[in-house]
Every structure is written in C-alpha cells, then in structure tokens.
C-alpha cells in the first residue's frame, strides 16, 4: 500500500511544485522499506519521475533531495535501532529464514550457497534443515551433490565441515569454514559467482512457482489438475507485455517516460534480487504483475487494431 501511495504521489509532484506531495511521497517510499527493504529498488524510478519534471532544474534536485530525506526519515531508526542492540544495521532484516529460536545465525553458509545455488526446485532444502537445527546428511543428493563442489577434494571439505556442524552446530568456526570454501570458490571461478548463477536466479524470478511454494487447490478452477495450463499464461503474458511496451514506446512522450519509469522498477528490482537472495521465485516479482498485465491489454489492443485495420481497409483512430 506505502509502495502503490508513493507511485501516486511521485506523479502528482514531479508536475508542478508541491512540497506536500513531495514529502509525502517520501515517507510513504520510507514506509514501504521498512516493511519490505527490498521496496528500495523503487528508489531509481521515482528518482527518474521527479528528475523528468517540468520545474527549474535546482528545484528538481531540491524535491530529489527532500523526498530522500523524508524516506531516510522514516526507515533511518530501524538500523539505528539495530546497530544500539546487535552491534550491525542489518538494514534488510534477517537474511536467513524460518529461525526457530531467534537466534542471528552467522552469515558464511549463505555466501557459500551464493557459489552454486541457482534457485532450483530443492535448493531451499539445505538452508532450512541448518536455520531449523537439523543434520545435514552427506548421502542425501539435495544436501551434497556435484554441483556444490569442484572436484574430490572439495568433497572431502565439504563432508568435513558437514560433520562439524554435525556435532557443533553452525559455529563461529564452522561457518568461518564455509565463508572460506565460498571465497575459494570465487576465485576459481568469478564468472560462476558473479554472473552465471544470479543470471540462473534472474531467470527462476519469472518461472511459474514450485509446487511447494504455491499448493493451491480450487474446485472452480480445477486446481491442481489444471496447473499446468495456468503456467502456460505467464508465457503468454511475458510475450503480449513485450508486444505492448514496444507499441507504447512510440505512442507518445508522456507514455513513453512513464513506461520506462515504471519498466526501470521493474528491472531494478530484478536485477537485485538475485544478489541479495540466494533462493528468489516468482512470488518476490508479484507487484510487477498489474503492470504486465496492463502492457499486455496495451498489446492486445495493437493486434486487435492492426487486424481490424486489415479487414476494413482504413486505419483505426485510437481510443
């Protein structure tokens, strides 16, 4: 709701000077990071909105400046709160996730995931039985396979540190052994780390969901028997919204700066994502939806047009 008050502020302001809106339009972009820290990658486009302005330029980089102070406002005691209690900001909460006990858990097995984990069915797998307490098994193919290894004698490290946290727990000195396992791997291979498998991560961002992760059962919509066919919409959606956003490239200046506002928060957060999570899906890109959707009416449109114009042999005015 903070993120969705923001983009109807952000508009409203960049017209014309209005403080109000302005300062409004922060808090609510300062409300929805502290929510959801991930609403920062919202930051770029409404940044772009008011710098596209039709005001003088000082007083575009004054409305630039007090909308980020009115966020700053809003978000800044979080990690202030954070840094007087656990001596870190931890600006995006906990990284891991389902802690049973509440306790911080070193951060060393997730760089080391970051080195092979490219958001696969199964992949979330391990990093739930180390946040739940439970052994890892080394026979087990989801816990150890040739993926997360480079040869036999990482496999031997990898069992290794697998049985001291067996028997330790994810210690200081356990997870430092993972944090230089993650490192070793990095450089042997950068490309891997760096590009390959957040380009993976990127990837799974658009797929349809896991079973796990969306068991939805519906006698109206023949759910799950019919899962299959509601996964073939997203394809169909993907292709009509490209179709869209190119028509709308070239329908007019306006339309243009705000589809590529809005395409920018879309992208950034994409791009992201992938870097600060190790096992994204498609539910982390579910506000991005309504606008595809929209893009994809816009691109419905343009064949329905292009077609009608065929049959009737005169162009069509637009709507």
């Keep these: ?11 409203r302001t960049s017209r014309r000077w209005r403080l109000p809106v302005t300062v409004g339009a922060g808090l609510c972009q300062g409300a929805a990071m502290l929510v959801r820290p991930d609403m920062i990658t919202l930051l770029p486009a409404a940044l772009l909105s008011l710098w596209w302005g ?3 330029r000082h007083r575009r980089m ?4 007090l909308f980020l102070c009115a966020a700053a406002t809003i978000f800044a005691p979080w990690p202030v709160r954070n840094w007087a209690r656990f001596h870190h900001p931890h600006p995006t ?3 891991w996730f389902t802690p049973r006990d509440g306790q911080i858990l070193p951060t060393g097995f997730l760089r080391w995931m970051e080195t092979w984990c490219a958001s696969e069915v199964g992949d979330a797998y391990l990093p739930t039985r180390v946040a739940w307490r439970l052994p890892l098994l080394p026979y ?3 816990m150890l396979n040739p993926g ?3 040869g036999e004698r990482e496999r031997q490290q990898l069992e290794y540190l697998y049985s001291r946290y067996n028997t330790e727990g994810l210690t200081a000195d356990v997870d430092a052994g993972f944090r230089r396992l993650a490192q070793m791997r990095t450089r042997r291979d950068p490309l891997r780390t760096y590009i390959k498998l957040p380009l993976r991560r990127w990837l799974a ?12 059962k519906s006698t109206l919509l023949g759910l799950p028997e019919a899962r299959p066919r509601f996964e073939k919409f997203d394809n169909w959606l993907y292709t009509l919204a490209l179709l869209g956003g190119i028509w709308l490239l070239f329908y007019d200046r306006t339309t243009r700066r705000w589809l590529i506002i809005l395409t920018a928060a879309v992208a950034t957060r994409s791009i992201v994502i992938p870097y600060v999570l190790v096992i994204p899906n498609q539910r982390m890109m579910v506000e991005s939806f309504p606008l595809l959707i929209a893009i994809a009416a816009a691109g419905v449109g343009t064949w329905a047009r292009f077609v009608a114009t065929a ?5 069509l005015r637009n709507p």
Excluded at 1 to 11: D, G, Q, Y
Excluded at 62 to 65: D, N, T
Excluded at 311 to 315: D, N
């Design 1 to 11: 709701v903070a993120s969705l008050l923001m983009l109807i502020c952000v508009p």
């Design 54 to 56: 039709h005001s003088a």
């Design 62 to 65: 004054l409305k630039m400046a």
């Design 93 to 95: 909460g906990a990284e």
């Design 140 to 142: 087990h193919p989801a």
């Design 148 to 150: 997360m290894y480079d």
């Design 205 to 216: 961002l658009w797929r349809p969901l896991p079973e796990g992760e969306l068991p939805m």
């Design 311 to 315: 049959l009737l042999g005169r162009p």
